[in-house]
């Protein structure tokens, strides 16, 4: 081992410890605080030659780090909660509400297993040809054409059990 990597492995044993109880009492998930250690770790190797060599010296100069990286984190998730709430006020004025009369469909295609869903909601709502399904899932186009048929019939006879299709034809009004 070199003595840059004797000098790294010492600070992360001696001093990591004292970082990661900084972190913790400054993040709300452990995991954050560990995101924290590592990225201060990272900057310690990075920047190893401009590390103090005392060794108190040293834990301040990583709590300086470990401040700046908690810093960028919270810029990183205040940006990511600000862009969350922009793409929700785009699909809250751009998206339709879902339309209740297709509760049905949505109750037979949820009775379906997963494959077939996934087929006829890339063919009927993404717009995809069979073959471009079937590249999608990873099947043959003649697959693909078979499973599609299958899957329609399925969705026919699980429409049914929902609303019969009697029910939908209106009756002769008696004489």
């Known amino acids: 081992m070199s003595g840059r990597e004797e000098r790294f492995t010492a600070l992360a044993r001696d001093v990591g410890p004292r970082v990661l109880a900084y972190a913790v009492r400054r993040t709300r998930a452990p995991e954050d605080a560990a995101d924290v250690l590592s990225e201060t770790l990272l900057v310690t190797w990075r920047r190893l030659d401009t590390v103090p060599a005392e ?18 984190q919270r810029r990183g998730r205040r940006r990511g909660d600000a862009l969350v709430e922009r793409l929700r006020d785009h699909l809250e004025a751009s998206v339709p509400p879902p339309d209740p009369a297709g509760s049905e469909i949505r109750a ?9 869903r996934e087929l006829l909601s890339l063919v009927a ?8 399904a079937g590249r999608v899932l990873g099947i043959r186009p003649a697959a693909a054409r078979k499973r599609l048929q299958r899957a329609r019939q399925r969705l026919r006879e699980a429409l049914e059990e929902e ?13």
């Open 55 to 72: 060794r108190d010296e040293a834990l301040l100069w990583m709590f300086g780090a470990a401040r700046r990286v908690l810093a960028n």
């Open 108 to 116: 037979a295609l949820a009775s379906l297993p997963q494959g077939d």
């Open 125 to 132: 709502w993404e717009g995809l040809d069979v073959s471009s």
């Open 163 to 175: 609303v019969p299709l009697a029910a939908l034809v209106p009756s002769p009004e008696p004489d």
